[in-house]
């Protein structure tokens, strides 16, 4: 069965700070694997995501994340994080059976202070 | 741009109430999902369908159900609204071609009293 888990629910930053969103998944079929962001009062949307090939992914706002296959993590930095960077991001992995369903952390929100 | 639209942001029913979310989608996608949003609880699925008429239950079906009877809109009903319904919904749509991304809709708050 597959799961994941963000192991921080808050993450308080100073501005122009770097950042790192932790992400470990668990999963017992092919990994495909997603960061979404939420700004208040809105739907997700999609940062990056990793389908094969570089473990590094850019996405989009200076974001990237790094696909560790032996630590089974996808964890999602910003060198210099901005006040408009303020928002909950969710990590989630593909399930198996098709239809790209997706299973969702919990969510980390990002607070970034000036 | 792929658009995902929910008929209302905002909605405050009571307790025993008939409710109707809809979601409508402009992509032509064959796949649509209904999920709820809980602090701390992270998004989990309610339904999804992947063609008109077709569905299946997610990880928390209880209390709901949803109805496809075009291509392009998606409803959940809730047939009697309860207090611990309250909560953000959202709905997404995704291609079937491909391990590709969800595109979410920007969410019902539905508070139930």
């Known amino acids: 069965a597959q799961s994941v888990t963000q192991l921080d629910s808050q993450v308080p930053v100073f501005e122009e700070a770097p950042v790192e969103l932790r992400c470990n998944y668990s999963s017992s079929v092919s990994v495909y694997l997603f960061w979404y962001v939420q700004y208040p009062n809105q739907g997700l949307q999609l940062l990056l995501k990793y389908l094969s090939g570089s473990t590094l992914v850019k996405g989009i706002n200076g974001f990237e994340a790094e696909f560790n296959k032996s630590q089974t993590s996808f964890h999602l930095r910003k060198p210099s994080v901005h006040i408009s960077d303020t928002a909950e991001y969710f990590c989630a992995v593909r399930r198996g059976g098709g239809y790209n369903k997706l299973i969702f952390g919990a969510g980390t929100r990002l607070a970034v202070h000036p | 741009d792929v658009k995902v639209t929910q008929s209302s942001r905002y909605l405050v029913k009571r307790t025993g109430e008939k409710v109707f979310l809809e979601c409508v989608q402009d992509?032509?996608?064959?796949?649509m999902f209904w999920y709820r949003q809980d602090p701390g609880l992270g998004l989990r699925l309610i339904y999804f369908?992947?063609?008109?008429?077709?569905?299946e239950k997610g990880d928390i079906p209880e209390g709901y159900s949803v109805s496809r009877e075009k291509k392009e809109r998606f409803s959940l009903i809730l047939e009697s609204a309860s207090t611990n319904q309250t909560s953000m919904y959202l709905c997404?749509?995704?291609?079937?071609?491909?391990?590709?991304?969800?595109?979410f809709g920007p969410g019902t708050r539905l508070t139930v009293t």
């Open positions: 992509m032509d996608h064959e796949n």
């Open positions: 369908s992947y063609d008109v008429k077709m569905k």
């Open positions: 997404a749509s995704s291609t079937n071609r491909g391990p590709y991304e969800q595109y």
